[in-house]
């Protein structure tokens, strides 16, 4: 399995940004798939999951203002930022737990996910 992550910018905030992974190798419908975001300094943190059967959950700190989404037949993921703030900086990953064995509780963690994509990098301006 191979994630392609991509949309990441320069922005200011308050602006929108669509962050976009593709998925190759295996049957992308049966993947769990998540974002993650490493600031600089900091821990790698979960951001959003989306389910293979299209649950949803997210971080606190970005309810309301992200959306994670996913396209089957396009074997990608998105991840939707309106209201970006300034410590929404951070380069994000996309990852992927397949088979998608993990109980939804440990979906949260960056141990349930086998494969992840390369980052890009959001930079938001204040």
């Known amino acids: 399995v191979q994630l392609q992550a991509s949309g990441g910018g320069l922005v200011q905030a308050g602006d929108s940004l669509r962050l976009s992974c593709a998925a190759s190798g295996g049957t992308f419908s049966q993947y769990n798939m998540a974002w993650f975001r490493q600031a600089p300094g900091k821990d790698r943190e979960f951001v959003a999951f989306i389910r293979w059967n299209r649950s949803t959950a997210y971080a606190d700190s970005v309810k309301g203002r992200f959306t994670i989404s996913r396209d089957n037949a396009k074997n990608s993921v998105y991840l939707q930022m309106n209201s970006l703030k300034s410590e929404d900086t951070a380069v994000y990953y996309c990852?992927?737990?397949?088979?998608?064995?993990?109980?939804?509780?440990?979906?949260?963690?960056?141990?349930?996910?086998?494969?992840w994509g390369q980052g890009t990098q959001v930079t938001v301006s204040s």
């Open positions: 990852a992927a737990d397949t088979p998608p064995l993990t109980i939804l509780s440990g979906l949260y963690a960056l141990r349930a996910y086998e494969y």
